[in-house]
């Protein structure tokens, strides 16, 4: 039988395990989960306790009479979905839920102590998708970080970088399930990560200067990269490049107009002279090459928030980004 999330009756019973000797009594509206003991203990240590030798919960259980636990205090649809997941119930684990919805499944997998065995479900709704909040995208970020995954904590926080022009600050006031200090890490880090960004956004700019190739021979006679170096920053200009326009768009705004930017034109007194090497310019495929490499690259690393260090590469589970 397929097991609902919508509300249900409380005096129903959700069979997550048909003949589970164990009824948890979920949450203010007293929704009925039946589980399996055995299974439980296998995936989390708290359930390990709680129904080992020494507490009565864990005593006199059989399937013919499931004993009914009570635990008014939890989330039923959240502590129905990690039942799903640690009875391999696949069917009935969504494939996406909202940011608040899995920072709750992060809390309690936390404090059921089976973060390991939700953790391959955790990567689908870990994904920073549409989401664009910052707040949203907080909750998922805090998420990855209590569920120790590397590369979804990688991906939002580049998503935050990419798409975040104003402060993190407002992330302080959040109630994200974590210690102040470590939130106080992640928003030095995005700042941190977001400026090392800008810079490289300044820097892949001036070197699409030269994409048109330098004199290095005196058989040039047209002034070629003097001349096409000049029209590449009108370029610049024209396209609100210049290093003053970026404070006041998105990373990723910015590489946007890098990638739609034309090639730069030399005016119309200008003569190409004969010299072999001066024919073609390379300023599409560079900005592509560079802009690829840039989109490749990591957001904050999970492990220097754990160590209190900024980008010291020292047994990181991610590449950190050259400078
Ligand atoms: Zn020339
Ligand atoms: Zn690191």
Redesign the pocket.
């Known amino acids: 039988m397929a097991t609902q999330n919508s509300d249900i009756p409380s005096t129903s019973v959700v069979e997550i395990a048909t003949n589970g000797d164990v009824i948890l009594v979920v949450g203010p509206e007293e929704k009925r989960l039946q589980v399996c003991s055995s299974v439980l203990k296998n995936a989390s240590k708290y359930f390990k306790n709680m129904f080992g030798p020494h507490f009565s919960e864990g005593q006199d259980l059989t399937t013919s009479s499931p004993k009914e636990i009570p635990m008014p205090e939890d989330d039923a649809n959240v502590l129905e979905i990690i039942c799903n997941i640690i009875h391999l119930r696949n069917d009935d684990v969504p494939e996406a839920v909202s940011p608040t919805k899995a920072l709750g499944l992060a809390v309690a997998a936390d404090k059921f102590e089976c973060v390991v065995a939700v953790k391959h479900a955790s990567t689908l709704w870990l994904k920073p998708r549409e989401v664009q909040d910052i707040t949203e995208l907080g909750r998922l970020v805090a998420a990855a970080y209590i569920l120790d995954s590397t590369r979804a904590f990688s991906d939002i926080t580049l998503c935050m970088v990419l798409h975040h022009k104003d402060s993190y600050l407002s992330l302080a006031g959040e109630d994200l399930g974590l210690d102040e200090s470590v939130v106080w890490h992640v928003i030095y880090l995005l700042e941190e990560r977001r400026s090392q960004m800008h810079v490289a956004l300044q820097h892949m700019l001036l070197d699409g200067s030269t994409d048109a190739g330098s ?1 290095y021979e005196p ?6 990269s003097g001349q096409h170096c000049l029209a590449y920053i009108g370029l610049l200009r024209t396209n609100n490049l210049w290093p003053s326009n970026m404070a006041d768009i998105t990373i990723s705004q910015v590489m946007e107009k890098i990638n739609v930017m034309g090639d730069p034109t030399l005016g119309n007194g200008w003569a ?4 072999r090497w ?1 024919r073609t310019t390379e300023y599409g495929r560079m900005r592509k090459y560079r802009l690829d490499s840039m989109q490749r690259s990591n957001g904050v690393c999970i492990d220097c928030v754990r160590s209190r260090a900024t980008a010291t590469k020292r047994n990181c589970r991610i590449k950190h980004n050259s400078k």
Not at 272 to 275: A, E, I, L, S, W
């Open positions: 004199d058989q040039c006679t047209c002034g070629w190409q002279c004969g010299y001066h």
